[in-house]
């Protein structure tokens, strides 16, 4: 018993990091990731879409794929993460508190913090419902495939094919932001033991 309290504090940790990140440093500097929201924004954009629906789309789907290819276990620990952090998004975002700091020091802040908080969100064997899902299941199909490396192309690749829709400073800001974010994964994993 004290091991699952201790878990779901590690997941709801990792979550306070990762949204306290967003909302304090790279949302108020325009910093984007090429996660799942990025998607959503690309794909209402390019199909005249309402982005709600969107998001909740790919979210329900990317929800789906961890039940079917991660587990019930996974998936149980993947939805209480992820209620984690709708209610600490909320909070911050009711808060209304930025950090007025300039974007390479967001950047770089909000990497760290970002890549932490998905380290302890792993470590426990949980998701905030984003592409590390599909990173993770490449790794259990191909113990070849690195999680951060497969999460990095991903995300890359969508900052990438948004390159006319965000424009090329937040591409290239994207890009360096993901890259911080699974090396710090990485060297919390120890130096790319897979989680």
């Given amino acids: 018993m004290e091991q699952k309290i201790k878990s779901l504090l590690m997941i709801a940790s990792g979550n306070l990091l990762i949204t306290s990140a967003y909302t304090l440093f790279a949302m108020p500097n325009n910093i ?8 959503a924004l690309l794909l209402s954009h390019y199909l005249n879409s ?5 998001i909740c ?4 789907f990317i929800l789906m794929f961890s039940y079917i290819t991660m587990g019930k276990y996974f998936f149980l620990k993947t939805l209480y993460s992820s209620l984690c952090y709708i209610s600490f998004f909320i909070f911050f975002n009711w808060t209304g508190v930025v950090i007025a700091t300039s974007t390479i020091n967001s950047l770089l802040i909000a990497g760290v913090l970002i890549g932490l908080g998905h380290y302890l969100c792993l470590k426990e064997n949980s998701s905030t419902i984003g592409y590390d899902v599909i990173a993770l299941f490449c790794h259990k199909v191909n113990k070849k495939c690195s999680t951060t490396t497969i999460l990095w192309i991903i995300c890359s690749a969508i900052l990438l094919l948004g390159a006319n829709f965000f424009g090329i ?4 800001t ?3 932001f993901v890259f911080i974010e699974t090396q710090i994964i ?3 994993s120890d130096k790319g033991r897979e989680i």
């Fill in 174 to 176: 994207g890009i360096l």
């Fill in 169 to 172: 400073k937040i591409i290239i």
């Fill in 32 to 39: 984007v990731d090429g996660g799942i929201t990025s998607t």
């Fill in 50 to 54: 309402n982005l709600t629906y969107t």
């Fill in 186 to 188: 990485y060297w919390c």
């Fill in 57 to 60: 789309f790919l979210t329900f």
